[in-house]
Nanobody, 120 residues
């Protein structure tokens, strides 16, 4: 069982930026972030493989969000720019042993989540 600890959420005005961080207790292959807004289904936002060669971005965040990772620290980061009110959600860090599984919602581990609220 890999423990994940997220940080960096908060309240920001539309157009602002936030950076989320996720620290894993051990090395993991695929890492990513999914979000869930109140009343909505869970949505995979971004994902990245171990070598940082494959990256996935949901259409709704392309050009605004950037995922990166530091394998020496077992950490993944999500830089969110040009935030919109519709980005408001609880963001969860997640891991999977396969990138393909991550893309199909097959998360092995996930964190407690961090709230991101974007005001208009």
């Amino acid at each position: 069982q890999v423990h994940l600890a997220e940080s960096g959420g908060g309240l920001v005005q539309a157009g602002g930026s936030l950076r989320l961080s996720c620290q894993a207790s051990s090395a993991v292959y695929a890492m990513g972030w999914f979000r869930q807004a109140l009343g909505n289904d869970r949505e995979l936002v971004v994902a990245i493989d171990y070598e940082s060669e494959k990256r996935y971005y949901a259409d709704s965040v392309k050009g605004r969000f950037t995922i990166s990772r530091n394998n020496a620290k077992n950490a993944v980061y999500l830089q969110m720019n040009a935030l919109k009110p519709e980005d408001t959600a609880v963001y969860y860090c997640a891991t999977s042993s396969l990138m393909s599984s991550m893309l199909n919602g097959g998360y092995t581990n996930w964190g407690q989540g961090t709230q991101v609220t974007v005001t208009s």
